[in-house]
């Protein structure tokens, strides 16, 4: 078991940066595939990014690939989402996940994933 916590989100204005944090309890954070989802009301859950174990492997939303970069720092247990060139698409309540693995292989649905933050608020205006 693992418990995850999000940090950093907040009001940020097109076209700024933000870095989205994701901190890990409970078990050694290098037996999990991680990643990035993000919902806003009335939409469905969807994918952003995905890191293997190690960190070695990476995969991205078609939306997101070139401005957002997914990276892990297992001896801080610790998961890290830096967003640049934020969109006003981009707003959205943006959660972290784990899932139990002895794969060193990205994760990129949701239902396969087994632990969740809570979330954490990102709003960018225009």
């Known amino acids: 078991q693992v418990q995850l916590v999000e940090s950093g989100g907040g009001l940020v204005q097109a076209g700024g940066p933000l870095r989205l944090s994701c901190a890990a309890s409970?078990?050694?954070?290098?037996?999990?595939?991680m990643g990035w989802f993000r919902q806003d009301p009335g939409k469905e859950r969807e994918f952003v990014a995905a890191?293997?174990?190690?960190?070695?492997?990476?995969d991205y939303a078609e939306s997101v690939k070139g401005r957002f970069t997914i990276s892990r720092d297992n001896a801080k247990n610790t998961m890290y989402l830096q967003m640049n060139s934020l969109k006003p698409e981009d707003t959205a309540v943006y959660y972290c996940?784990?899932?139990?693995?002895?794969?060193?292989?990205?994760?990129?649905?949701?239902?396969?994933?087994?632990?969740w933050g809570q979330g954490t608020q990102v709003t960018v205006s225009s």
């Open positions: 409970g078990r050694t954070v290098s037996d999990y595939a």
């Open positions: 890191i293997s174990k190690s960190g070695g492997t990476t």
């Open positions: 996940a784990a899932r139990r693995t002895t794969i060193g292989r990205v994760v990129i649905t949701d239902n396969n994933y087994d632990y």
